[in-house]
């Protein structure tokens, strides 16, 4: 167990919705990072928050955002869903700010659009 | 961007045996990981190793970062090694995790 939880683990939706996906970091964490599997592209780089504030970017769709709360949690927002963006999401979480920054993995969140 | 090569790209080894996967990265980096990412889809942290050489019982790695490649061993191989193996790097400069495209090892009893 990492110590990085993600909601849901499983989410079946249809073209055209909104979901969103949430995750928690481990306990004194201020980095939070997304990242998106799929069969064709492998793991990549979605966004990075650290302590509220979005610190990178990656190949991020328009449609899709983040934000990453007081408490530290994060959400990712997924809209106007197509097939091609069913995929595996993971939640990762570090200190960083430090030399030190090995990033912890969530279970991950399994998204289906049908 | 930095260019993360992982090989073999396949592997399939009976029971016991030992094996060696290779990364290799085009860049100079801050931060290198070995991830297991098993049949469940979960990706477990095996080592933070951006240089030097480390041991986790039947597990090592090392890096070599003036020669940019790292190379995780597995000895004595058991069923439950079997999943796909990703290095990642953070290179000078950016901020996320570059995953290479895995290594697929099946461990057959």
């Known amino acids: 167990d990492s110590g990085v939880t993600q909601t849901p683990k499983h989410l079946i939706t249809a073209t055209g919705q909104r979901v969103t996906l949430r995750c928690s970091p481990r306990?004194?964490?201020?980095?939070v990072y997304w990242y998106q599997q799929s069969l064709d592209q492998g793991l990549q780089f979605l966004i990075q928050?650290?302590?509220?504030?979005?610190?990178a970017k990656g190949n991020i769709l328009e449609r899709f955002s983040a934000q990453q709360f007081p408490d530290l949690h994060s959400e990712l927002n997924l809209s106007s869903l197509e097939l091609g963006d069913s995929a595996l999401y993971f939640c990762a979480s570090s200190v960083w700010g430090t030399s030190y920054n090995e990033q912890f993995f969530g279970p991950g969140t399994r998204l289906t659009v049908l | 961007g930095i260019q993360v090569e992982q090989s073999p790209p396949d592997l399939i080894l009976q029971e016991g045996a030992n094996s060696t996967l290779r990364c290799n990265f085009s860049d100079s980096v801050n931060n290198l990981q070995w991830f297991h990412q098993n049949p469940w889809g979960q990706l477990i942290n095996l080592f933070y190793?951006?240089?030097g050489t480390k041991q986790n019982g039947r597990l090592s790695a090392t890096t070599v970062a003036t020669e940019r490649y790292s190379l995780l061993y597995i000895s004595s191989s058991q069923t439950t090694d079997s999943g796909v193996y990703f290095c990642a790097v953070e290179w000078e400069g950016a901020q996320k995790l570059v995953f290479g495209q895995g290594t697929r090892l099946t461990i057959n009893p």
């Open positions: 306990s004194g964490d201020l980095s």
């Open positions: 190793i951006p240089s």
């Open positions: 928050y650290y302590n509220g504030e979005e610190r």
